[in-house]
């Protein structure tokens, strides 16, 4: 095309002298038609610059040079249309590039998502880093306690964990009704940082003194042997109470004051793609907290004699707890100043409405009412309580095999902390892979995932338990024992439950919530996620504490948890299915 371009535009100026043109002219016209010889057939060769010269000088008073005239004029138009087609042609290649380029981009969110996107995902960080070593750090507290054991956690749950949310619940829809949400934060997560760090360094040192092991001891010789696990409850108080205050950290900091402001910050669109992937930068807490215990259990462990291991252990897990925890407070307290401020990030009218539309004040008895009431919330609630029963029926099994294979507090820690490094990897991955299930699949599917994944994986582990013998010469060939091989088959379990409970579970909870009104929101989710969350544990610890009463054992009802395990499946895909209706319908309305 531009060899002919170079010809038409010679042949014009050499053709043409008389038309103004100058001898300057004619010689880029030699110079040219030299180029276009030089790229066009050898016989085309034979018109030579000098030629084209002299018959230019011969013809510019022929009569034909009118018809050459008219002739260029055509080849004007011709070059005119080619030059548009040529322009026409580089956008489709633009396009191309911009194509590329364009999906290249469009996974990097634009400037005014990353500023609030990027202090949520450290927030979140800094909470499941926090969460993951005390989580850890209450089971082997609980479950290696003298007199103690895994037998302890459904109690636990159930009278104490489950009195302290609703009692918390009561006095956070006060603070709602009297403070600022932000106000509301910081109340509530600082008092769990102070108590954290007083019982590392003050409680724990002092629990020979503080434990009243003669009086319990005393006392359990008039009691029939059932009532073992209640009393090491009471025995070792202090372990319990942190059991709880590790148990509230996740309901109330992760998922009710995190999410909340999560919410409040983002619209559904950017929940839809944001919400399954900055979760991923918070779930490398779970490899790098998981590490970290691996660490300090390793150290303890060549500590000289005479020396407290845990003491020293602790000391170290709740000063990491302290750091991550004031570095969630830093960054909220910027997110106010900085985020919640700027009109890019957020709709600073909507905002200013929220904070205008007057609060309706509810007692406790009103809010339940409220709550009830609202088929939304009650679906949201079977959601939570049927992942709380389900895991935990599960996972107390679980745990009573594993202190079976590690009954030493160093050995059932480090398997912990590989355990909780192993979750955050297949989360990262189950991350990534939740997106493209949101954006090709939709919200109802998302949902249904991790029922499925805990009913296939549960099942298959009440079955390794069942029938224990037919699998003993798959574990001998495996090279490990029956008891080794369900820890493993536990672990997975826990591990694919977890890591699709953070990728895809609770991102579809949350956004559930962003079509809500304000008071749906904040006291709908503080009974949801607060309460919901200890009664779905407490009711699996309930029924497994009557069949433990009923059949003897925890291993003999397991096949009576197995077939419980499938109904409240069945009833969890029930109220997720209709939730999805009820959202699709809200997001329509807005």
């Given at each position: 095309?531009?060899?002919?371009?170079?010809?038409g535009?010679?042949?014009?100026?050499?053709?043409?002298?008389?038309?103004?043109?100058?001898?300057?002219?004619?010689?880029?016209?030699?110079?040219?038609?030299?180029?276009?010889?030089?790229?066009?057939?050898?016989?085309?060769?034979?018109?030579?610059?000098t030629?084209a010269?002299?018959?230019?000088?011969?013809?510019?008073?022929?009569p034909?040079?009118?018809?050459?005239?008219?002739?260029?004029?055509?080849?004007?138009?011709?070059?005119?249309?080619?030059?548009?087609d040529?322009?026409?042609?580089?956008?489709?290649?633009?396009?191309?590039?911009?194509?590329?380029?364009?999906?290249?981009?469009?996974?990097?969110?634009?400037?005014?998502?990353?500023?609030?996107?990027?202090?949520?995902?450290?927030?979140?960080?800094?909470?499941?880093?926090?969460?993951?070593?005390?989580?850890?750090?209450?089971?082997?507290?609980?479950?290696?306690?003298?007199?103690?054991?895994?037998?302890?956690?459904?109690?636990?749950?159930t009278?104490?964990?489950?009195?302290?949310a609703?009692?918390?619940?009561?006095?956070?829809?006060?603070?709602?009704?009297?403070?600022?949400?932000?106000?509301?934060?910081?109340?509530?997560?600082?008092?769990?940082?102070?108590?954290?760090?007083?019982?590392?360094?003050?409680?724990?040192?002092?629990?020979g003194?503080?434990?009243?092991?003669?009086?319990?001891?005393?006392?359990?010789?008039?009691?029939?042997?059932?009532?073992?696990?209640?009393?090491?409850?009471?025995?070792?108080?202090?372990?319990?109470?942190?059991?709880?205050?590790?148990?509230?950290?996740?309901?109330?900091?992760?998922?009710?004051?995190?999410?909340?402001?999560?919410?409040?910050?983002?619209?559904?669109?950017?929940?839809?793609k944001?919400?399954?992937?900055?979760?991923?930068?918070?779930?490398?807490?779970?490899?790098?907290?998981?590490?970290?215990?691996?660490?300090v259990?390793?150290?303890?462990?060549?500590?000289?004699?005479?020396?407290?291991?845990?003491g020293?252990?602790?000391?170290?897990?709740?000063?990491?707890?302290?750091g991550?925890?004031?570095a969630?407070?830093?960054?909220?307290?910027?997110?106010?100043?900085?985020?919640?401020?700027?009109?890019?990030?957020?709709?600073q009218?909507?905002?200013?409405?929220?904070?205008?539309?007057?609060?309706v004040?509810?007692?406790?008895?009103?809010?339940?009412?409220?709550?009830?009431?609202?088929?939304?919330?009650?679906d949201?609630?079977?959601?939570?309580?049927?992942?709380?029963?389900?895991?935990?029926?599960?996972?107390?099994?679980?745990?009573?095999?594993?202190?079976?294979?590690?009954p030493?507090?160093?050995?059932?820690?480090?398997?912990?902390?590989?355990?909780?490094?192993?979750?955050g990897?297949?989360?990262?991955?189950?991350?990534?892979?939740?997106?493209?299930?949101?954006?090709?699949?939709?919200?109802?599917?998302?949902?249904l995932?991790?029922?499925?994944?805990?009913?296939?994986?549960?099942?298959?582990?009440?079955?390794?338990?069942?029938?224990?013998?037919?699998?003993?010469?798959?574990?001998?060939?495996?090279?490990?024992?029956?008891?080794?091989?369900?820890?493993?088959?536990?672990?997975?379990?826990?591990?694919?439950?977890?890591?699709?409970?953070?990728?895809?579970?609770?991102?579809?909870?949350?956004?559930?919530?962003?079509?809500?009104?304000?008071?749906?929101?904040?006291?709908?989710?503080?009974?949801?996620?607060?309460?919901?969350?200890?009664?779905?544990?407490?009711?699996?610890?309930?029924?497994?504490?009557?069949?433990?009463?009923?059949?003897?054992?925890?291993?003999?009802?397991?096949?009576?948890?197995?077939?419980?395990?499938?109904?409240?499946?069945?009833?969890?895909?029930?109220?997720?299915?209709?939730?999805?209706?009820?959202?699709?319908?809200?997001?329509?309305?807005?």
């Open positions: 095309m531009r060899t002919l371009l170079q010809f535009v010679a042949t014009a100026l050499l053709f043409c002298p008389s038309n103004g043109f100058t001898s300057t002219s004619q010689r880029a016209a030699t110079q040219m038609m030299s180029s276009f010889n030089s790229h066009m057939h050898p016989i085309s060769r034979k018109i030579s610059p030629s010269t002299t018959l230019s000088m011969s013809f510019s008073s022929s034909l040079k009118s018809v050459l005239k008219r002739s260029v004029r055509g080849a004007k138009k011709l070059t005119k249309v080619s030059m548009s040529a322009a026409a042609a580089t956008p489709e290649e633009g396009e191309t590039k911009k194509g590329f380029f364009g999906k290249l981009k469009s996974v990097i969110p634009p400037a005014n998502e990353r500023k609030k996107l990027i202090p949520l995902a450290l927030m979140f960080f800094c909470i499941l880093f926090n969460y993951t070593i005390l989580r850890d750090t209450k089971d082997v507290l609980m479950v290696t306690a003298p007199k103690s054991g895994a037998e302890v956690i459904p109690f636990i749950k009278y104490v964990n489950l009195p302290t609703i009692g918390f619940t009561a006095i956070y829809a006060k603070l709602c009704d009297k403070l600022e949400q932000k106000n509301v934060f910081y109340t509530c997560t600082v008092p769990f940082l102070f108590f954290f760090a007083a019982f590392a360094w003050f409680i724990f040192p002092n629990t003194v503080l434990h009243p092991h003669a009086f319990i001891d005393h006392i359990a010789e008039f009691l029939p042997a059932g009532f073992s696990a209640p009393l090491s409850i009471i025995r070792n108080w202090s372990y319990a109470v942190f059991y709880v205050m590790a148990e509230m950290w996740g309901s109330v900091v992760a998922s009710l004051l995190f999410w909340g402001f999560a919410n409040e910050v983002t619209t559904v669109d950017e929940a839809k944001y919400y399954p992937l900055f979760g991923m930068g918070a779930n490398v807490a779970l490899i790098f907290s998981g590490q970290y215990v691996k660490w259990s390793k150290m303890r462990a060549n500590l000289p004699p005479g020396v407290d291991p845990w020293v252990s602790l000391k170290y897990l709740m000063g990491a707890v302290m991550a925890g004031a969630m407070v830093g960054i909220f307290s910027y997110m106010q100043r900085s985020v919640l401020t700027d009109p890019a990030c957020v709709d009218e909507k905002r200013e409405n929220k904070k205008k539309k007057k609060k004040k509810m007692g406790l008895r009103e809010s339940a009412k409220f709550l009830l009431n609202s088929p939304y919330i009650r949201l609630a079977i959601l939570v309580i049927s992942y709380g029963m389900c895991i935990n029926i599960v996972e107390v099994s679980w745990k009573s095999k594993l202190k079976q294979a590690y030493d507090p160093n050995a059932y820690s480090a398997f912990m902390g590989n355990f909780s490094s192993a979750t990897a297949v989360t990262l991955g189950m991350m990534l892979l939740g997106r493209t299930i949101f954006q090709k699949f939709g919200w109802r599917n998302a949902a995932v991790t029922p499925t994944m805990i009913g296939v994986t549960g099942l298959a582990f009440f079955a390794l338990n069942i029938f224990a013998p037919t699998f003993a010469p798959v574990a001998a060939k495996l090279g490990t024992t029956p008891l080794m091989l369900a820890v493993l088959v536990g672990a997975a379990q826990n591990i694919l439950s977890k890591s699709s409970k953070y990728s895809l579970f609770d991102p579809c909870k949350e956004m559930a919530y962003i079509p809500l009104d304000q008071d749906s929101k904040t006291k709908g989710k503080a009974a949801v996620d607060v309460v919901g969350n200890p009664l779905g544990k407490s009711g699996g610890s309930l029924i497994q504490q009557i069949l433990i009463f009923g059949v003897g054992s925890l291993a003999a009802a397991t096949p009576y948890l197995a077939v419980i395990l499938g109904g409240l499946i069945f009833w969890w895909f029930k109220a997720a299915n209709s939730l999805a209706t009820q959202f699709e319908e809200a997001m329509e309305a807005e």
